[in-house]
């Protein structure tokens, strides 16, 4: 029992270490859950969990949160996760050229800041969000 609340411990002092460019736990938890949802380990431009999210190829960070992010043929196989709604601050999206599937949740909607889109060449169905 004991060891089992180190490694919690352990877990999430390393996680908050690599949030403190990505201000926000959730935007981590998005876009962690982002990468083992659509196969990272099989992305064309992998992530490195050790150095800072602002350095991982793909993400612009302004003010401690995610703006932007530029996954556009990357290899993502796979449906994106109900977690991709924290990226609240996120104003441009490209994830083009993958192999996503599945409908967009609802969540979809919570990306207010959203200026721009490109969603193309995946095998995504249903409607765009009514918020977006």
């Known amino acids: 029992m004991v060891l089992k609340k180190y490694s919690l411990l352990l877990l999430f002092s390393v996680v908050m270490a690599h949030t403190s460019s990505a201000q926000s736990y959730q935007e981590y938890v998005a876009l962690f859950e982002l990468h083992y949802q659509t196969n990272g380990h099989d992305w064309n431009k992998k992530w490195n969990f050790d150095i800072p999210v602002y350095m991982w190829e793909g993400v612009t960070v302004e003010n401690g949160h995610v703006v932007a992010l530029d996954l556009s043929d ?23 050229g993958n192999k996503l599937k599945g409908k967009l949740s609802r969540g979809f909607g919570k990306l207010v800041k959203l200026e721009s889109l490109n969603l ?12 977006l």
């Open 74 to 96: 990357n290899n993502l196989e796979g449906k994106i996760p109900l977690t991709f709604a924290y990226l609240k601050h996120l104003k441009h999206l490209n994830l083009s």
């Open 120 to 131: 193309a060449d995946n095998n995504l169905t249903g409607k765009l969000p009514k918020r």
